[in-house]
């Protein structure tokens, strides 16, 4: 019996045949240690620490008993500690449940019970070393690369990852919505892939960067090539040198770049504007997209063999919606990024809320998700994040969910048809996902809507548009 278990007992000077460790040593095959006293115990405990089980007197006199049970499970969480104390103690039974005690044997001991008791407790430790075993391990690994997803889809990305960081060349087409981590994954691609890790990761928002800027960015020029141009520009280009080079947006690339891209990506080599030296250059293009460039292609407005030379892995990055499962993994994450150092910290969300969550479509994907629990976290006080503490769509859609058929029927037959009230409906749609997709920055956001800033910001204020978010 209790093989493999390590159990460490501490009692005062005892005769041969009351002693609790002679009894055990005699009838059990476990690893057991003695200390005479609670300093002894520690002692012990700092240099094995395989120890599973800690039963212990309480030293009435002192309570040092209760500081060691403290002490060891402040060291080493997943040891259970057993104390002994005269049944009816109440008011010792409960200090030591409060300093970390699992389980209670009466005094005198019995032998029949000390053993129900310490297989319990094995039982126990066991449970409860698995279950921090697997926190401890999703928080090392964090996921892969810091990309969190135990879902399908999910699964077959990593695996796509692993394959092109395998290889140091193959540029990489990545498809999803915005707010599915194309960034994330091009990061994680560059890092994971060992002759580039150690180069630059560059990135460059094609839709963010006016054409002709674009060009002199990604290409750099010499002094003179323009007016304005008073000194020599290294271009993005030769700055991701040896490393990645992460095209985001690329469907907003206008022809005449796209061209010249090709030709770097054909042929590894290219000139700054007003330069006729070429450059060598060896880089890994990550471009990303959220937008169909199949039918980009197809209406002309894409080059077919740019597209080609990218997407010698494409990937699709599925939208959140897709992968709902995912959602309480990268709550987890986001928890922990958020509530370091918080007191009164969020730890979990009740299952109604989780179910809400689930429920709802998340057009700004991850990051609509990431923005939800900085919010929580900054706003909201208690430890369980339950439905009433959700933004109102969260109720809304679950309700339209929750009985489509009436409500669809409803809405059908009594459809309002106002004008004002549809456009103002849909300007607010826009208003929020532009919001979203720049993480409510409303500088950003007004920019994206090409509307002016105090326009956007009296909006947002007439229509309670960040109620859920400021209040
Ligand atoms: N699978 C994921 N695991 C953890 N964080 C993620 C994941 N996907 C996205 N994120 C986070 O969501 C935010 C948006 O991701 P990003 O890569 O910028 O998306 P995209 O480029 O597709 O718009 C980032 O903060 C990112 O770290
Ligand atoms: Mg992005």
Redesign the pocket.
């Known amino acids: 019996m209790f093989k493999n278990t390590s159990i460490l007992i501490v009692e005062p000077g005892q005769t041969a045949d009351n002693s609790v460790f002679a009894f055990l040593k005699e009838q059990t095959k476990a690893r057991i240690l003695q200390a005479k006293e609670p300093a002894e115990a520690l002692d012990i405990l700092n240099k094995n620490n395989g120890i599973q089980i800690l039963l212990t007197d309480f030293f009435p006199t002192d309570k040092t008993g209760l500081q060691l049970i403290q002490k060891s499970v402040g060291k080493n969480p997943s040891l259970v500690p057993i104390v002994c104390l005269p049944f009816g103690d109440r008011r010792h039974i409960a200090e030591s449940f409060q300093a970390g005690a699992f389980f209670h044997v009466g005094k005198p001991v019995e032998q029949q019970e000390i053993l129900e008791v310490l297989k319990n407790a094995v039982e126990y430790q066991k449970l409860l070393h698995q279950s921090l075993n697997r926190t401890a391990s999703l928080r090392r690994s964090d996921?892969f690369a810091?990309?969190?997803?135990e879902s399908r889809p999910?699964k077959n990305l990593f695996q796509t990852i692993d394959s092109i960081t395998s290889h140091e060349h193959g540029n990489v087409l990545m498809v999803?919505e915005?707010?599915?981590?194309?960034?994330?994954?091009a990061k994680a691609i560059h890092n994971m892939t060992p002759e580039r890790s150690r180069y630059n990761f560059v990135p460059v928002n094609c839709a963010a960067i006016p054409e002709d800027l674009l060009e002199s960015e990604l290409f750099g020029y010499e002094k003179g090539a323009f007016t304005g141009a008073n000194r020599f520009k290294k271009g993005r280009l030769q700055h991701a040198d040896k490393g990645s080079l992460f095209l985001?947006e690329i469907g907003d690339m206008k022809p005449g770049l796209q061209s010249k891209l090709l030709r770097v990506l054909q042929e590894q080599v290219f000139e700054p504007i007003g330069s006729v030296k070429s450059i060598q250059i060896d880089i890994r293009v990550i471009a990303?997209t959220n937008c169909d460039l199949d039918a980009a292609v197809k209406n002309g407005t894409f080059r077919e063999d740019l597209y080609y030379r990218l997407s010698v892995v494409p990937i699709n990055?599925p939208p959140l919606r897709e992968r709902l499962d995912?959602i309480p993994h990268?709550i987890n994450?986001f928890l922990l990024m958020y509530n370091r150092g918080r007191q009164n910290a969020i730890l979990d969300f009740t299952p109604q809320a989780l179910q809400r969550l689930k429920a709802y479509d998340w057009p700004g994907n991850?990051?609509e998700l990431?923005n939800l629990i900085q919010r929580l976290c900054i706003l909201h006080g208690g430890n369980r994040v339950d439905v009433e503490a959700l933004p109102e769509k969260f109720k809304e859609n679950n309700e339209l969910k929750a009985e489509p058929a009436r409500d669809q029927a409803e809405t059908t037959e009594n459809e309002s048809l106002d004008f004002h009230d549809l456009t103002v409906d849909f300007e607010n749609r826009l208003i929020l996902q532009a919001l979203s997709r720049t993480d409510w920055n409303k500088k950003e956001a007004a920019k994206l809507l090409n509307m002016k800033r105090t326009t956007l910001l009296e909006k947002i204020k007439k229509r309670n548009l960040d109620q859920n978010y400021t209040a």
């Open positions: 996921g810091g990309i969190i997803g999910m999803g915005s707010g599915t981590g194309k960034e994330l994954v985001d990303a990055l995912d990268l994450k991850v990051r990431q």
